[in-house]
Each structure stands twice: as C-alpha cells, then as structure tokens.
C-alpha cells in the first residue's frame, strides 16, 4: 500500500510522468521514492524563516492569549456562556471565508505588503481589544468584541496566507520542511499564549495581556520591514485563477483531509477538559498539562513530517498514516463503548492517546500544503506567486474550517452524547477519511480520470509508472486504452 501513494506529492515527476527524455532513462522507482539533496540555504532565505517564524510565534501567542481570563470577564459583562464561544470561534469563521480572496488578491498587491500590512492589522486589533472592558455590559460589550474580534481575524488570515505562500516562493526544494517548522512556532505559540497571559492578567488586570503581546506584535512587523524584501520573482505577471484550482478534483479531497484533521484538534479544546475532570477527577494543572502534552506532541513532530514530505515525496502515505492512526488514538481517547474491555479508569490511557493522537494529526495536517501545491503544478497551473497564493489561500481556509467546527459541534455532540461517544465519531471521521483517500487514489491513477496531464504538442511522448514500477506507454494512440 506504501509504494500505492509514493507516485503522489511528487515535485517533477508527479504522478510518475516524467516530462523530458533524461529522465525517461532513470529509474522510475528511485526518482519516485526520492528527491534530489537541496541546495543550501541562503543567508537571505535563513532571513526570511526567521522573520515569518517570528511573526508566526508573535500572532499565535496573540490569539492564544485570551483563554484563561477573558471568559470570566465576558461573564461579569453579562455573556451567555454560548456567546463567549461565538466570540472565540468567530475568528476561525472569518479566516475560512477571507483566506481564498486573499490568495486571489495576493498577485495585486504583492506579498510582503499582504503580510506585513495583515501582521499590522492583527497587531492593532490586539491593543483595541485590550480597551473593550471600558464598554457597558451586554450587547456593546458583545458586539464590539466580535467587531475586534473580526477584524484581527482578517490581518491574521492574510499574514498568514501570503506567509505560506512566500514560503512556497522561497523554499522551492523545503517546502515542506519549512512548514513542519512554522507549525513548531506555531504549537509553542499556542502553548505560550494562555500561560503568558494568565500571568499578565493576575499581575496587570485585563488591560495588560493585550497591551504587552499587541506591542511585541507591532514590534515584529517593524523588525519584519528590513528583514522581508520584495525578492525577484515574488510579484506575477499572472493572476491566479480560484476555478482552475477549483476544477482538480485533488485539491477538493486533500483541502477537506486538511479540514477534517483540523477538526480534531479543534474538537478537544471544549470537550476534554470536563472530561477529565469529571471521569478522573484531575485538577486543573494537571489538565493543563495535558494540554500542554498535547500542543507539544504536534509541535516537535511536524518538522519530521515536513522533512518526509519533502525527501520522500510520500504526501498521501504520510496522511492517511495519519489519519488512521489519529482514528485509532480518538477510539481509546474515550474510551469508546464500542470497546467496554478497555479499561475507563487508568488515566495514563488518556496521557498516552492524547500524546500520539496530536503527533498522529500533525502527520495528516502538513503533507497537505506540499500536496495541494504538486496537485496544482502537475495540473500545468504556472508555478509562481500566483498559484502559490491561491494555493495558501485554499489550504489556510479549510484549516480554520476545521479550527471552527471542531468546537462547535464537539461541544454539541458532547452535550447530547457524551465525550466517550463524541470521540468515537471524531475517530470514525479520521478513519473514514483515510478509506476515501485510498479509493480516490485508485480512481485518479487507475482509472486515469483525475491525474492525466494536459494535452501538450510538444511532448511526443510520455511514460508512466503504475503503483507497482512497470512502466505504461502514454502516447497519444495509447492514451484512450488507459482511460
């Protein structure tokens, strides 16, 4: 089953065709299997990584900041408890909608002022909201939180978009790897944010949290100025093209994979705190380092995933690796009735799911930028800042989709089912995504429907390789017998 999906995430070879007479004579399964060793890093591309992953660490801790105190102030300022939820979840709302126009319009306006002028906004939106506790309870109070609460999402969604995108551009031969680390920034910006603000909320009130990490946020966007430059080939001629992207069936299966391991991660930040509460009796600390277990295991393994991504060119192994085994983590997590022979009272089972259910999740999460990328190159879409920009856009969507959905309906669902049930459904979701991806794996190289390159005359011939390395003639007299 490996060797199924090693065609898939390919670079030049994608799917296994090869597009020139030099590599026709190579060894199929070995330009497969892996990539030729990058080139080293630039001073200028180390400058780069630092400044996005600067900026990464500074908006994650940002946006993180808030969860240990502001739902006490929301409630003294008369919000339902399902309000205070719309406020934290309407961030990850506004992303999902704005971040394909973003990738659309990142061509227009260039990169690095989407990024700096996003990172500026999110910024700003940050010191506005450290101000809203002035406001009268009830509806003001709400309705400007939300209106902040927008607003931020908007700088935030086109940082963040035109930042994977300038990655892309810059780390052609990295990408991946590249990625797995701004996830690491990204994991122990969120593991930072609620400890740093909880301390700066019971030493300075709720003024203090906002202001400090808002400063240190416009602080990043200055010091980002000097150190992104607006390099040669970052703006495009061309602007990509949202329906060409739309029409590859790949890209609606991989950004919905993206969208479902999301969910999970999302699905426990409601749910397994009354949880473990509730069935272990755990104190808070004890909970909080649960999830601080849980933010670290995701965190420190993403560059690795990022890293396979890149040498072994394995995306869709890598995913649904992932996704089976995050299932599987989700179905103990509960534990799952569906099993009554495990046991409900050890809580070192939680410790031990918890753990490699998040390192299981990154695995599924970071092959999918490097592979809605391949997808669209290997479609003939131009590759530049303009596919790159719809590209980041699509995949940073589908991933606030699922940074939505998962507490909402993982607060729903254990509400009306209980959290051993609601596990069991996030772990049948993972499983079930992981089977359709197999199947739609057939379907796109058996069946030939979904991966055959675009007609070109000045190809005379193209050679295939099948999941299994025997080679398939792929002339255009042949090419109705392989349909």
Same mark, same amino acid.
């Given at each position: 089953?490996?060797?199924?999906?090693?065609?898939?995430?390919?670079?030049?070879?994608?799917?296994?065709?090869?597009?020139?007479?030099?590599?026709?004579?190579?060894?199929?399964?070995?330009?497969?299997?892996?990539?030729?060793?990058?080139?080293?890093?630039?001073?200028?591309?180390?400058?780069?990584?630092?400044?996005?992953?600067?900026?990464?660490?500074?908006?994650?801790?940002?946006?993180?900041?808030?969860?240990?105190?502001?739902?006490i102030e929301a409630k003294e300022k008369d919000l339902s408890p399902v309000m205070i939820g719309f406020v934290f979840s309407v961030f990850s709302l506004v992303q999902f909608l704005s971040s394909p126009i973003f990738g659309k319009l990142l061509p227009y306006v260039g990169a690095k002022f989407?990024?700096?002028?996003?990172?500026?906004?999110?910024?700003?939106?940050?010191?506005?909201?450290?101000?809203?506790?002035?406001?009268?309870?009830?509806?003001?109070?709400?309705?400007?939180?939300?209106?902040?609460?927008?607003?931020?999402?908007?700088?935030?969604?086109?940082?963040?978009?035109?930042?994977?995108?300038?990655?892309?551009?810059?780390?052609?031969?990295?990408?991946?790897?590249?990625?797995?680390?701004?996830?690491?920034?990204?994991?122990?910006?969120?593991?930072?944010?609620?400890?740093?603000?909880?301390?700066?909320?019971?030493?300075?009130?709720?003024?203090?949290?906002?202001?400090?990490?808002?400063?240190?946020?416009?602080?990043?966007?200055?010091?980002?100025?000097?150190?992104?430059?607006?390099?040669?080939?970052?703006?495009?001629?061309?602007?990509?093209?949202?329906?060409?992207?739309?029409?590859?069936?790949?890209v609606w299966v991989i950004a919905l994979t993206c969208g479902v391991a999301s969910t999970g991660m999302g699905f426990l930040d409601p749910t397994m705190s009354p949880h473990l509460k509730d069935q272990y009796k755990l104190s808070p600390v004890f909970i909080s380092l649960v999830y601080i277990?849980?933010?670290?295991?995701?965190? /420190?393994? !993403?560059?690795?995933? +990022?890293? &396979?991504?890149?040498?072994?060119? @394995?995306?869709? %192994?890598? *995913?649904?690796?992932?996704?089976?085994?995050?299932?599987?983590?989700?179905?103990?997590?509960?534990?799952?009735?569906?099993?009554?022979?495990?046991?409900?009272?050890?809580?070192?089972?939680? /410790?031990? !799911?918890?753990?490699? +259910?998040? &390192?299981?999740?990154?695995?599924? @999460?970071?092959? %999918?930028? *490097?592979?809605?990328?391949?997808?669209?190159?290997?479609?003939?879409?131009?590759?530049?800042?303009?596919?790159?920009?719809?590209?980041?856009?699509?995949?940073?969507?589908?991933?606030?989709?699922?940074?939505?959905?998962?507490?909402?309906?993982?607060?729903?669902?254990?509400?009306?089912?209980?959290?051993?049930?609601?596990?069991?459904?996030?772990?049948?979701?993972?499983?079930?995504?992981?089977?359709?991806?197999?199947?739609?794996?057939?379907?796109?190289?058996?069946?030939?429907?979904?991966?055959r390159r675009p007609p070109n005359n000045d190809l005379t011939r193209q050679v295939s390789v099948n999941y299994f390395g025997s080679e398939i003639d792929d002339t255009e007299e042949n090419r109705g017998l392989l349909s």
């Open positions: 089953m490996a060797d199924l999906y090693k065609e898939i995430g390919n670079d030049s070879d994608y799917g296994s065709i090869n597009d020139n007479s030099s590599a026709q004579t190579e060894d199929p399964q070995a330009s497969a299997t892996s990539s030729p060793s990058p080139s080293p890093m630039t001073r200028h591309q180390y400058i780069v990584f630092c400044g996005i992953a600067l900026a990464y660490f500074a908006d994650l801790t940002s946006f993180s900041l808030i969860a240990p105190f502001y739902p989407m990024f700096l002028a996003g990172s500026w906004v999110a910024a700003g939106s940050n010191l506005i909201f450290g101000v809203l506790d002035e406001l009268e309870p009830g509806t003001q109070f709400l309705v400007f939180c939300l209106v902040t609460r927008c607003v931020g999402a908007l700088g935030a969604s086109a940082s963040v978009t035109a930042a994977t995108a300038i990655i892309a551009h810059t780390f052609p031969d990295r990408t991946g790897q590249m990625m797995g680390l701004l996830e690491l920034f990204c994991g122990v910006g969120l593991m930072v944010g609620p400890a740093l603000g909880g301390l700066l909320y019971s030493v300075g009130g709720y003024k203090l949290p906002f202001m400090v990490l808002g400063a240190a946020d416009t602080l990043v966007v200055i010091i980002n100025i000097f150190l992104i430059r607006s390099s040669e080939g970052m703006e495009s001629k061309t602007k990509g093209s949202m329906l060409a992207v739309a029409k590859i069936p790949a277990l849980s933010g670290s295991a995701y965190a /420190i393994a !993403t560059p690795l995933w +990022g890293y &396979l991504s890149d040498k072994k060119r @394995i995306t869709r %192994t890598l *995913i649904v690796f992932g996704l089976t085994g995050g299932g599987v983590c989700f179905l103990f997590l509960g534990p799952t009735p569906l099993f009554p022979q495990v046991p409900t009272d050890q809580v070192w089972t939680v /410790i031990v !799911t918890v753990g490699l +259910g998040s &390192l299981l999740l990154g695995c599924a @999460i970071v092959p %999918t930028f *490097i592979d809605l990328l391949n997808t669209a190159k290997w479609y003939g879409l131009p590759d530049d800042i303009s596919t790159q920009g719809i590209v980041s856009g699509v995949f940073n969507s589908f991933f606030s989709l699922g940074a939505f959905v998962g507490p909402t309906v993982g607060g729903v669902l254990q509400q009306h089912y209980g959290f051993p049930w609601a596990s069991t459904m996030v772990g049948f979701m993972f499983i079930i995504m992981a089977i359709l991806i197999v199947l739609f794996g057939f379907w796109e190289y058996q069946c030939g429907k979904g991966r």
